[in-house]
């Protein structure tokens, strides 16, 4: 039977699920790095053993209220286009396999959500999992401007050429 097995995140009321080959690790908060002239859900960057990783806010870039960080308040550190970004959640629950036949396409908007970053709807029980496609939460321009982040010295290099 094919089932996907999930890392589900909470973020205000909803449940969503990242695939758990996405996930390289769960942390929680921990210094990020402000910086200017990026956008407004870009928390900045932190460094994990070494890397410096870009870190959003998944409440901003989905257009909810942020909150105060609780108890609770995890970053997931996903693998995006052989990149890492942190994203901030409001608590990690639990990890679940979900079987194929669960999971319903996407309807064309939930919870506010734009349908392209779904990759679908999972019922577990009596609850409904909001499937996040992390490659889609990213428009291309903010693949680029984190990409940018993390290398300050091609950013610089460009600067050079135009």
């Known amino acids: 039977m094919e089932e ?28 990020i790095t402000r910086l200017p002239h ?5 928390e900045g960057v932190t460094n994990l053993r070494g890397e410096v990783i870009p870190v959003i ?20 550190m996903l693998e995006i286009n052989n990149g890492l970004v942190g994203f901030i959640v409001d ?23 734009r349908a392209d970053y779904l990759a679908g709807v999972g019922k577990v029980d009596d609850r409904l999992l909001i499937l996040l ?3 889609k939460i990213l428009s291309t321009d903010e693949k680029i401007q984190l990409q940018s982040l993390q290398d300050q010295e091609v950013e610089e290099a460009q600067e050079q050429l135009k």
């Open 38 to 42: 990026v956008a407004d859900y870009i």
């Open 57 to 76: 806010c998944l409440r901003k870039r989905f257009g909810l209220e942020p909150q105060e960080e609780t108890q609770d308040t995890r970053i997931i």
């Open 4 to 31: 996907r097995q999930l890392v589900v995140f909470r973020l205000h009321n909803e449940e969503f699920g990242v695939e758990i080959t996405d996930v390289r690790e769960i942390v929680k908060p921990r210094h």
């Open 133 to 135: 496609d992390v490659d």
């Open 91 to 113: 608590a990690v629950t639990e990890t679940l396999r979900l079987p194929e036949e669960a999971i319903e396409p996407p309807p064309s908007n939930i919870a506010g959500l």
